[in-house]
């Protein structure tokens, strides 16, 4: 029995994962969520502590968008079977224009995160994703609207610091990512259409590849 646990994206809670249906005699799927962070923790730290959370060893760990980066992170930790990041980044390198100039300019400290209690702003932040006719959705899958928690996910993700990618990660992007454009990504298997959000709108995908991304040596 092969072990996965699911890390969201930024502010996302486990839900977003609830399409993933892998075959049952083989894995079992564990729901990770973000916890709050304790004053001034860095990314490394914040990942040492979630790893209490994976109790099986040999475990698969995926993790998207900014959770890909936490899972990396966990992954300096803990021996895994698999490493698999989605909608994600495997270094500073591959971090947009955007966010490379807002750490430069440490845009990040001004962020108004009182903003972020709005669902649509936190939407729109978290998925980069227009929000017209979807806030249903957002309200469904967004759930750490903290302004703490906002302030710290957005400085470590922007400013994270990370130079060569795991040698042996599985990442999975989409060629329609708006937040992390793969014109930036290398070394990755692409999705045709593929969104930011795309393990909620190609779930069929993943219940499909997963299986054989998993157990493939």
């Known amino acids: 029995m092969t072990h996965l646990y699911l890390m969201p994206g930024m502010a996302a809670n486990p839900s977003i994962f609830e399409h993933i249906k892998l075959p049952e005699d083989r894995f079992m799927v564990h729901l990770l969520e973000w916890q709050l962070p304790k004053n001034k923790e860095t990314i490394s730290d914040y990942a040492k502590r979630m790893t209490a959370f ?3 060893e040999d475990s698969v760990l995926l993790g998207v968008s900014f959770g890909g980066v936490l899972v990396q992170e966990m992954a300096k930790h803990i ?24 750490r430069k300019l440490k845009l990040y400290n001004i962020l108004p995160t009182r903003l972020i209690e709005d669902v649509d702003k936190l939407a729109k932040y978290a998925f980069g994703e227009t929000v017209k006719d979807r806030v249903a959705l957002y309200q469904k899958y967004l759930s750490m609207n903290d302004r703490h928690y906002m302030s710290w996910a957005v400085k470590e993700m922007v400013c994270w610091d990370q130079e060569a990618p795991d040698a042996d990660i599985i990442h999975i992007h989409g060629d329609a990512d708006r937040v992390f454009p793969i014109k930036y990504i290398d070394n990755c298997i692409t999705l045709p259409g593929g969104s930011h959000i795309m393990v909620i709108t190609k779930y069929k995908w993943f219940n499909e590849n997963l299986p054989q991304l998993i157990e493939n040596d």
């Open 54 to 56: 994976i109790t099986h």
């Open 79 to 102: 021996r895994l079977k698999k490493l698999i990041i989605v909608s994600s980044v495997k270094s500073k390198h591959e971090l947009p224009r955007r966010m490379k100039l807002s």
